[in-house]
């Protein structure tokens, strides 16, 4: 059985940096792609970030690219996830996962960004 555990998320203010963490259990977690998702109020749940299985391979969405980074420690099973220039869009419940994503996502950690 899968979990996903994600932490890390706060309220801070425009400018600041946060880190994300997402540990994974109950599957072959260095052996998946792994992907950062965001949903905002009333809105479906976005792409984020991906990461190939060693890291080699990084992929960003247009509106984070050269503000986040996505990065991974498979010794630990955990995924992570630099956010650095926040502004008010990035708030939002972020949710880690593999790719295909596994049944029942975790919680999600609530990243908030005031202005």
């Known amino acids: 059985q899968a979990q996903l555990v994600e932490s890390g998320g706060g309220l801070v203010q425009f400018g600041r940096s946060l880190r994300l963490s997402c540990v994974g259990s109950?599957?072959?977690?260095?052996?998946?792609?792994m992907k950062w998702f965001r949903q905002a109020p009333g809105e479906e749940r976005d792409f984020v970030a991906g990461?190939?299985?060693?890291?080699?391979?990084?992929s960003y969405a247009a509106s984070v690219k050269g503000r986040f980074t996505i990065s991974r420690d498979n010794a630990k099973n955990t995924l992570f996830l630099q956010m650095d220039s926040l502004n008010p869009g990035d708030t939002a419940i972020y949710y880690c996962?593999?790719?295909?994503?596994?049944?029942?996502w975790g919680q999600g950690t609530q990243v908030t960004v005031s202005s």
């Open positions: 996962n593999s790719e295909p994503p596994r049944p029942d």
């Open positions: 990461i190939s299985k060693t890291g080699n391979t990084k």
């Open positions: 109950g599957f072959m977690f260095s052996a998946s792609y």
